[in-house]
């Protein structure tokens, strides 16, 4: 199994959103990949958003795969008045939320929002906005 850059890293989400079936409020988040998957070989990866400067903790399966981004970056859609973390790509690797990326894929009518993407070395605060 190949090594990546960082097993973790940490992104500011400026907003409320859910992730897997938890509501997690606006804040810094640690992203950690719990299973070291390899795309190509491995089809799920489980990650933990673990809230830095608010108590929130959730641990997800997604589907693993490739990506050029380097991230982190976190997209998500627009379910109603929720934002629904979707994807999340970080260091060439896609993590698929499953549910959400299905109804996105499926163009059930939810907007994707722009990409909330803040390196832990990076002090400027992230942003937002509706493609």
Known sequence: MEARAAESVTVKVP????AGNRLLPAGTYRIELLT???PGVDELEVI???GVD???????????????AQGPVMNFVQQGDKSVLAEVLI???S?????ARTDYAAGSGRVR???ISQPA?????ATAGHD
């Open 15 to 18: 907003f409320a959103f859910t």
């Open 36 to 38: 070291k998957g390899q």
């Open 48 to 50: 933990a958003l673990r």
């Open 54 to 68: 608010v108590r929130s903790y959730t641990a997800i399966i997604t589907r693993l795969g490739s990506s050029p």
């Open 91 to 93: 260091n060439g690797h």
């Open 95 to 99: 993590f698929a939320l499953s549910t």
């Open 113 to 115: 929002l722009g990409a």
């Open 121 to 125: 070395s990076s002090p400027s605060s």
